[in-house]
């Protein structure tokens, strides 16, 4: 398989793309391998994901050296396993799932909840990162659902700027308080 690194990534899918990974593998910035690919799609940058930037952090794919965006650590410098005792030896966690949940019904719930620890995901540099979610049937034709997401992320260094990131096909209209 393929791996990008933004885990703990997320979309919203109401009626057509909402948020999305704003990264495209053809098109103008070229096709797969291609410089957009390689420092744009495949990287935090691109994802709903957080980015915590030490300035010092350098970062490679393939061996290349690749711009700091500040996100998660190319695991294994991009290089997909060979096997499974590389899987379980060369830095490919990136996650665990700490909690999980669905209720009452799972063929229509009111609710579901996941919660992981992203720490591994990073350098040294993220000392701890747990990422909520909590997805809200509201029943309501005018506003259906609602998805809450919550971050709690140390880093080694709390001088290091720390960037939310949520990607939308559409600019967000701002009215007062109120974002749609």
């Not at 053809?26 to 744009?40: A, I, V």
């Not at 030490?54 to 050296?65: A, K, L, V």
Request: charge should be negative.
């Amino acid at each position: 398989g393929q791996d990008h690194a933004d885990s703990g990534h997320f979309n919203i899918y109401y009626k057509g793309p909402l948020t999305v990974t704003s990264g495209i593998y053809e098109g103008t910035g070229g096709g797969y391998n291609s410089d957009h690919d390689r420092e744009y799609l495949k990287r935090s940058v691109s994802g709903n994901t957080m980015l915590v930037y030490d300035p010092s952090e350098q970062f490679s794919y393939y061996g290349d050296p690749k711009g700091n965006d500040g996100g998660q650590r190319m695991v294994n410098s991009g290089r997909e396993p060979d096997n499974l005792t590389d899987i379980m030896t060369n830095g490919y966690e990136t996650g665990e799932v700490l909690a999980h949940e669905i209720g009452p019904f799972e063929t229509n719930p009111e609710y579901a909840y996941i919660k992981g620890d992203l720490t591994k995901a990073y350098s040294e540099k993220v000392t701890g990162y747990t990422r909520s979610m909590v997805y809200l049937n509201l029943f309501d034709a005018d506003h259906p659902v609602s998805l809450l997401a919550f971050d709690n992320i140390t880093s080694s260094d709390p001088t290091f700027d720390k960037t939310w990131l949520l990607h939308m096909v559409d600019e967000p209209v701002i009215d007062d308080n109120e974002t749609t």
